[in-house]
């Protein structure tokens, strides 16, 4: 088949030798497909270029003025569902559509979302979480972009508009928490492969340890497997941790999700948050962070966030000054029951 043919859900269909429905459950990113299956579909959509059908009701409507395009890798989190909520009510308000894609950080969907939203004719793209290096050589120069939480070189590019949280302040407030309540054997539990965000976190909290006089050893970052069910796997590491005799007065978690998990862990072994182990999260907007426990957590303005990069993104879109390209939101301490 030549590549450049329009290839139908049928026609990947046949080609992968699964249903349609299959397919429809890939492009969905449902979790009832088997990696393999989902590896074979994805290959056989990059070697034909298919590109993804824009719904009817996604099209920018006759009233519209026009339609903002957002990339999302990955919405396994309140936080990132928070910041697409708040970027669609922003362009909303102005009679802007927006057409978003969640790719679940499956690199080989990038360029098949992006193709099919720089076909829809957007005037403007937001990209959330997205590594630069991965998609630089198709990007569209010409097409205004801001990112959110990039997670390598954009960071350093003087001509890239971002917007991400203060995580090394974040980071600085959890620990000073910690301090303040006479913790000295704290540790971190965050993602296999930290993120540049996460990274700097981490530092925030580990200078202001130091600082104290307590070094933060390589041991005390726990590095987490996967995120497929971050209450439970953190619940289990807090329970192998304390089994394996690791001492640990404190727990900061990479989310609150994590952190609810590290409490119910603590609290089957029959100790007690705040009194035995005290817990801080990070996000401070989901349901973890306020449901009865009411974990203390570091919290993202999401909202600030999201209209910051939207005014950045209308800015180049109307070819307006841009006084700061880059612009950094603070992030603040909730104090909840856990510490």
């Known amino acids: 088949m030549n590549s450049s043919e329009t290839v139908s859900i049928r026609t990947l269909a046949k080609l992968c030798n699964v249903s349609t429905a299959t397919i429809s459950r890939v492009l969905n990113h449902n979790d009832k497909v088997s990696p393999e299956t989902r590896d074979k579909v994805l290959k056989i959509i990059e070697e034909h270029h298919y590109t993804l059908p ?7 409507s006759p009233k519209s003025q026009g339609c903002i395009g957002v ?4 919405s396994q989190s309140d936080y990132y569902l928070s910041l697409q909520r708040h970027i669609v009510l922003y362009f909303m308000n102005l009679g802007i559509n927006v057409l978003h894609y969640n790719i ?25 979480s997205v590594h630069s290096n991965d998609i630089n050589q198709i990007l569209n120069p010409n097409i ?4 959110i939480d990039c997670n390598d070189i954009c960071m350093n590019d003087p001509d890239s508009l971002w917007v991400t949280s203060d995580h090394y302040i974040g980071g600085k407030l959890a620990a000073q928490e910690f301090i303040n309540k006479k913790c000295k054997h704290p540790i971190i539990l965050t993602n296999a492969t930290p993120t540049l965000r996460a990274a ?7 200078d202001t340890f130091e600082k104290y006089g307590v070094l933060i050893e390589d041991n ?13 796997e953190s619940k289990d590491m807090v329970q192998y941790m304390f089994m394996k005799g690791i001492p640990f007065d404190s727990i900061f978690a990479i989310n609150d999700w994590r952190a609810l998990g590290c409490m119910a862990g603590i609290e089957a072994l029959g100790l007690r948050v705040p009194d035995d182990i005290k817990i801080i999260g990070f996000d401070g907007i989901s349901l973890a ?15 600030l966030i ?32 856990t510490t």
């Not at 824009?54 to 920018?60: C, D, F, L, R």
């Not at 679940?104 to 959330?128: P, V």
């Not at 700097?200 to 580990?206: A, D, E, H, Q, V």
């Open 54 to 60: 824009v719904s009817k009701a996604a099209k920018p």
């Open 144 to 147: 205004p972009t801001v990112w």
């Open 71 to 74: 990339l999302l890798e990955s």
């Open 220 to 232: 005390q970052i726990v590095q987490m497997p996967g995120i497929v069910n971050p209450f439970q």
């Open 200 to 206: 700097s976190r981490i530092k925030g909290f580990s």
């Open 104 to 128: 679940e950080d499956q690199e080989k969907f990038e360029s098949a979302a992006l193709k099919t939203l720089y076909k829809s004719n957007i005037d403007g793209l937001i990209l959330i």
């Open 289 to 303: 962070s306020n449901s009865v426990q009411r974990i203390t957590s570091i919290r993202q303005n999401t909202e």
């Open 306 to 337: 999201a209209q910051n990069a939207c005014r950045l993104l209308m800015q180049q879109i109307k070819h307006t000054e841009i006084l700061h390209r880059h612009i950094v939101v603070p992030t603040t301490l909730i104090e909840g029951s």
